[in-house]
């Protein structure tokens, strides 16, 4: 097989629905060297059909059919084969802009750069938000880089941006709910110099069925394990950047606790009891971090006195802002994909 500019990977489990949309505005893309490689990861709906298809018409597409393992090794099982110069990722049940591919391709050439990144469009039943439209192009160096995915600056997905392969080549993904925000991580580390053009370009579908809107599960508790590893790397090899880590950390955690709460404390009793404790270790650290979210905050100022006046405070927050955070009654939930500080 011969090699690509650029490799786009895209892994699929039961996105029969969406996933031609998806795969035809990949194909629309104004540059035409790459190959776009379909992971189904055991989908028992037409799914693998339909990738199957797109395959026998256009021979830029190939289709790997695996058990379900999850969308980390749907992912390295893309990266196993590709070949491209530059990698890139894409949700199956989302649409790209026709120019994205090449407005990315265009910066990280023009500046030398290991990452691109562009804008989201973040596009929900009832509304749209922009990430970016704002004219703004920016370069990070490996510092910059890794504040800014800690700050909310850079998203902490991985379907607005691509990466030289030679530079992640030793970068897998691993099975948590953190996978796109570690992978990033690691990434930023291992690279020099990211480009961000903010002009809006990849659309991130909110379905009702979207991973996202998962209710509470282990995967919740599992994305701290990669929060602490983060935080272990920062204390060896950047310690400039512990803090940082730490104040991740802290919003994590205030999420998963907020979730319990809002589900059922007594449904998730150890893992209330982890996520309290997880917390009480920052309690000299927390007021005065640069990075904890405003509201987790007082969120946590209060809860450290009262526990119950939290809960009520929590309740009369997520009726009073219609919380994607907070209101598991209308099945929505926190956007870690997107932006931990939305």
């Known amino acids: 097989m011969s090699s690509k500019l650029l490799s786009i990977i895209v892994p699929i489990y039961n996105k029969g629905q969406y996933v031609e949309a998806c795969i035809e505005s990949i194909l629309a893309q104004t540059i035409n060297d790459f190959e ?3 992971v189904n990861d055991g989908s028992k709906d037409n799914s693998d059909e ?8 256009d021979d830029r597409v190939t289709v790997i059919h695996q058990v379900n393992k999850g969308v980390s090794s749907a992912r390295n099982a893309g990266l196993a084969i590709a070949t491209g110069t530059y990698i890139g990722f894409v949700d199956a049940d989302d649409v790209l802009d026709a120019g994205m591919y090449e407005l990315l391709i265009n910066n990280i050439l023009k500046y030398s750069a ?10 929900s039943p009832d509304k749209i938000q922009l990430y970016g439209g704002n004219n703004l192009v920016k370069t990070f160096n490996k510092d910059e880089g890794i504040t800014g995915l800690f ?3 850079i998203l902490l997905s ?3 941006k691509i990466y030289k392969r030679e530079t992640v080549k030793d970068i897998v993904f691993q099975p948590a709910l953190f996978e796109d925000t570690f992978y990033n991580f690691e990434a930023l ?8 053009d903010d002009t809006i370009m990849y659309n991130y579908m909110m379905r009702d069925n979207s991973h996202s809107l998962a209710a509470f599960n282990q995967k919740y508790m599992n994305a701290l394990i990669l929060t602490k590893r983060m935080i272990d790397i920062c204390a060896e090899k950047f310690p400039h950047h512990l803090d940082e880590a730490k104040a991740f950390d802290f919003n994590s955690n205030m999420i998963n606790l907020n979730m319990i709460l809002t589900e059922s404390r007594t449904g998730h009793r150890k893992d209330y009891e982890i996520v309290t404790n997880n917390l009480k270790s920052y309690e000299s650290f927390y007021a005065s971090a640069k990075f904890v979210t405003g509201r987790y905050k007082y969120g946590y100022s209060i ?12 309740g009369w927050y997520s009726r009073y802002t219609n919380s994607e955070h907070l209101s598991r009654k209308q099945k929505l939930a926190i956007q ?3 932006n931990n500080n939305d």
């Open 36 to 38: 776009l490689i379909l």
């Open 50 to 57: 339909k990738c199957d298809n797109f395959q026998k018409k």
């Open 114 to 123: 290991d990452i691109s990144i562009c804008g989201v469009r973040r596009v």
């Open 151 to 153: 700050s909310g600056e």
């Open 158 to 160: 991985n379907y607005d």
């Open 189 to 196: 580390i291992a690279s020099n110099v990211t480009i961000y």
């Open 303 to 314: 809860f450290r006195i009262s526990p119950w006046a939290y809960n009520l405070v929590l």
């Open 336 to 338: 870690l994909p997107l």
